[in-house]
Structure formats: structure tokens, C-alpha cells
């Protein structure tokens, strides 16, 4: 019985023996990621949904080569935090987890907030799946008014270009985040693809609740905007936790960098 099971699965078998067939079926699986419930264990008890394509990209990002873990080399572990652009919510489960090694399961509290609809089922079903609900919230909304561009990817923004697939997104305001989620707060992260600024200018009275920010700036002279924005607020700059970016897109230049604040 055994020798007619392997003799029936052959004919699929037999190609995922080359690297490159498996890579192709991997990504012509990518639709059904979430049909498949497939995820990577993290250990005490948590584990990282893949439910999207692009879930992967993120999931490199923060768990292998570690883009945001470095911050901890001079900020203490938060306890409180708001994580606005959480994309799929790894950046949360990342400091999930670490609070879980230092065990810390229950203290620890955070609102993750994004702007992309499509989101927002991974997000809840990462929550839900780690038995994290009442850690974790999540609301969704754009910081400032307008249209939201919905790219592949993590580059969607609210910076819509002429022709691009995009949605109406309601404003998410300081007081909506105070009222869902009150500081004060151990580290606010922001990575929203070029509206930090308006969220430094506008969010001022959310940020200075916080007593560390972590913020993903882009665009030219990005670093130098958000070290003058952050000095307004109150913050000094404390040093840079992943050094520029440079991709070009479209024939254009985008420079990107993750950068580390303290409250004075």
C-alpha cells in the first residue's frame, strides 16, 4: 500500500526534486497562503502566520535580518507601544515575542494601526492565533485625508500617482489613538511610507507621550527632516538602527532609513 501511496504521488513528487520547480509552485501557491494556514514557529508557544505573499518579505525583514531588533541594543523592552504602519503585525509579535523569553507574557500591551485594508485579517489572525487578543489591538486608518494607494508589496502609501489602484481610507486622528489606546508609551514605531513627517508635525501631542520613537524616513534628506521634526517634539537623536536604503522605482531614486529617538 505503501509503494502504490508514493507511486500515485510521482508525478508531483518527482519535479519538487528541482530548487527551481519548488520555488515556481511556492509562488504560484501565493493566492491560497491563507487557505493553508502555513506558519513558522517562534517558540514559547508563539509562532508567525504567513497568510500573504509579501508576509514573507516582512517576516525576513524583522525576524532574519533583524531591521528593527537592533533599537533593544539601547532601549529597554516597551511594555506600552503603539506600532502605526504594522503592515501584517510582525513588529508587535516581534516584541510579543521577546517579552515572552523574558517572561513577560501578560504585562505588556500595544494598538497597531495601518492604513491597507487588505491587512487587516492577517493582523487579527495573527492576534487570534497566538491567543494574543487581549495584548494587542488593532484599528485601521490613515494618518492625514485622502486617497491610499494599493501596491504589491509594503510600498503602498498615501502618496497616490496618476492611474494607480487606490481606496478611500478614513483619518485616524491623535485623539482617536488616545481614546482607543492612552499613553503614555514606552516607544511609538512609525514606518508609513513617507508620512512620518505629517505624523512628527500633526501627531506632535501623541509623540511626546512616548519615551522613545523608532521611525522609518524616506525620501532625500529624510534623516536630516526627521532629526529637525523630532527635536521640535522633544526628542534627541540616538542613533541609526538601519542605514540607507536606496531602490530605484519607476526610473526614480527612493532612499529609505531606520533611525532610533529619545525623549530628552
Known amino acids: ?25 511556492a509562488y504560484e501557491l501565493r493566492p491560497w497562503f491563507g487557505e493553508m494556514e502555513f506558519e513558522i514557529p517562534l517558540g514559547e508557544g508563539l ?19 533583524n531591521e528593527y531588533g537592533a533599537f533593544l541594543q539601547e532601549a529597554p523592552l516597551p511594555l506600552r507601544w503603539l506600532d502605526v504602519g504594522c503592515h501584517v503585525g510582525y513588529f ?3 516584541l510579543a515575542w521577546k517579552n515572552a523569553l523574558a517572561g513577560r507574557t501578560k504585562e505588556w500591551s500595544a494598538l497597531m494601526i495601518d492604513a491597507d485594508p487588505r491587512v487587516e485579517a492577517a493582523v487579527r489572525w495573527m492576534l487570534h492565533r ?3 487578543e487581549e495584548n494587542g489591538g ?8 485622502g486617497e491610499f494607494a494599493l ?6 502609501s498615501s502618496s497616490v500617482k496618476p492611474g494607480e489602484k487606490s481606496c478611500r481610507v478614513p483619518l485616524i486622528t491623535a485623539e482617536d489613538i488616545s481614546k482607543r489606546f492612552a499613553g503614555p508609551y514606552d516607544l511609538i514605531k512609525i ?6 513627517y505629517e505624523f512628527l508635525r500633526e501627531y506632535g501631542e501623541l509623540c511626546r507621550q512616548a519615551s522613545w520613537l ?3 524616513w524616506h525620501g532625500d534628506n529624510g534623516d536630516e527632516i526627521t532629526r529637525e521634526l523630532c527635536g521640535n517634539n522633544g526628542f534627541e537623536y540616538v542613533r541609526e538602527v538601519r542605514g540607507v536604503r536606496e531602490l530605484w522605482i519607476d526610473g526614480a531614486r527612493h532612499s529609505s532609513g531606520v533611525e532610533l529617538y529619545r525623549r530628552k
Do not use: Q
Request: glycine share 8%; aromatic share 10%; proline share 5%.
Open 1 to 25: 500500500m505503501s509503494a502504490l501511496r508514493k507511486a500515485l504521488k510521482l508525478p508531483i513528487t518527482a519535479p519538487l526534486r528541482f530548487g527551481f520547480v519548488r520555488r515556481r509552485v
Open 47 to 65: 509562532a508567525c502566520p504567513i497568510r500573504r505573499w509579501d508576509s514573507v518579505h516582512s517576516f525576513s525583514e524583522i525576524f532574519v535580518t
Open 92 to 94: 508587535t509579535l516581534y
Open 130 to 132: 497566538n491567543r494574543l
Open 138 to 145: 488593532f484599528v485601521p486608518g490613515m494618518i492625514g485625508e
Open 151 to 156: 501596491r504589491d508589496g509594503m510600498g503602498s
Open 191 to 196: 514606518d508609513i511610507e513617507g508620512a512620518e
Open 214 to 216: 523608532l521611525i522609518e
